[in-house]
């Protein structure tokens, strides 16, 4: 490859290969190796291939440029994106792209299928739609370079859509689609009902758009849950903003006691004292309790002590893991917590012997109060 790379001219093709690069946004991703890419350069052909991201470029030097990319760019968790370069031939969706007659039947079809007044476009068994079939095309969008063709019309004489009805159309993935994020950014609506689509993972090809309806009623994939609410969530973890789901309306993620409506309150006034004292407060927990805590390992394949197993492992009933998993993740800032001690031994406190008294007040109402211990041994 070294030797095709230093003899290759402009034009050669390259296949660019990133393991396990489904997991990783496109956009993040795309991004990331521009930027430390030494030459500019435009992806071609960019598709998932089982959990690999793949895309090419057509000349030596950015192949060669590419190649020194790897393992200088890092996940979140601090983990290297390793990046493999290989000569490869003509991109399918280059090799089979639709000729200019093709590409301009096509921009007529879809033109009257586009409704202006709600800027929506069907496409709905767009294969049999008879001006295509009358001359001859077969426009099957599960074909990268047919889905390029639509995606690229779309960008060019669609700009302002917000609703894309890809039913019946026989998709089983959405590899070519996934160019819907730069293409069409606007989308809100996104119908891919009776698909044949088989895997949630599908669904993370596209998950930078901002949809507030999705249909995929009539896909296998809808069968893989094992109840609505897993179906439900495994949704809104791809599209936060989701708020119609094959139809139906979907209820606010998060719900507040409207009996208690003062318990949540903003971060900043979740208590009110002096700086001194919150940060001896916060001193105080993160020394005595919540690094107590976490010294153990909560991972069951790294706990070998059988009886600490059985005191760490906690059982719980399947329909309570289930209306948990429907809650949002949530990321907790240590300047949030309430504390709120009722009862507490003097013993399992320590604290120096020159604080005599400490009272947290909420409301007006005392809720910690920590008293000086003699020593250890009390």
């Known amino acids: 490859m070294e030797k095709n790379m230093q003899d290759g001219a402009l034009g050669c093709w390259f296949k660019i290969t990133?393991?396990?690069g489904i997991k990783y946004d496109k956009t993040w991703?795309?991004?990331?190796?521009?930027t430390h890419c030494s030459v500019p350069f435009t992806p071609v052909d960019f598709h998932y291939i089982k959990n690999r991201a793949r895309f090419f470029v057509q000349d030596a030097r950015t192949a060669s440029a590419l190649k020194d990319v790897k393992n200088k760019i890092f996940t979140e968790e601090n983990k290297k994106i390793s990046i493999f370069v290989s000569p490869s031939?003509?991109?399918?969706?280059i090799e089979n792209k639709l000729n200019p007659?093709?590409?301009e039947q096509l921009k007529l079809t879809m033109n009257k299928r586009y409704d202006v007044s709600q800027q929506a476009l069907d496409l709905h068994k767009l294969r049999f739609d008879p001006d295509l079939?009358?001359?001859d095309m077969d426009i099957i969008l599960n074909r990268r370079n047919c889905m390029a063709a639509t995606l690229q019309i779309i960008e060019r004489n669609f700009p302002e859509l917000l609703s894309l009805n890809l039913r019946n159309n026989r998709l089983y993935r959405l590899d070519g689609l996934s160019d819907i994020i730069e293409k069409a950014p606007k989308v809100k609506i996104l119908n891919l009902s009776k698909n044949e689509l088989k895997s949630a993972?599908?669904?993370?090809k596209v998950k930078g758009l901002k949809l507030?309806?999705?249909?995929?009623e009539g896909n296998p994939l809808c069968h893989t849950f094992r109840g609505q609410s897993a179906y439900i969530s495994a949704m809104r973890d791809r599209f936060p903003e989701l708020l119609r789901l094959d139809g139906q309306e979907l209820t606010s993620p998060t719900t507040i006691d409207a009996e208690f409506p003062e318990i949540i309150k903003p971060c900043k006034e979740s208590y009110k004292g002096s700086e001194s004292l919150k940060?001896?407060?916060l001193q105080f927990l993160l020394q005595n309790g919540l690094c107590e805590y976490f010294k153990d390992s909560r991972n069951m394949k790294k706990v070998k002590d059988p009886d600490l197993r059985v005191q760490l492992l906690k059982h719980t009933k399947h329909e309570i893991v289930d209306s948990l998993s429907v809650f949002p993740k949530t990321q907790h800032d240590l300047n949030s917590y309430v504390i709120d001690l009722c009862v507490q031994k003097v013993s399992t406190c320590f604290l120096p012997q020159e604080v005599s008294l400490l009272s947290l007040k909420w409301k007006d109402s005392p809720r910690v109060v920590f008293v000086p211990s003699p020593g250890p041994s009390s």
């Open 201 to 204: 993972w599908e669904l993370s």
């Open 29 to 34: 991703l795309m991004n990331s190796i521009q």
């Open 133 to 135: 079939v009358q001359r």
């Open 101 to 103: 007659e093709q590409m």
């Open 18 to 20: 990133i393991p396990h």
């Open 212 to 216: 507030e309806e999705l249909w995929l």
């Open 279 to 281: 940060s001896l407060v």
């Open 89 to 93: 031939a003509v991109p399918y969706s």
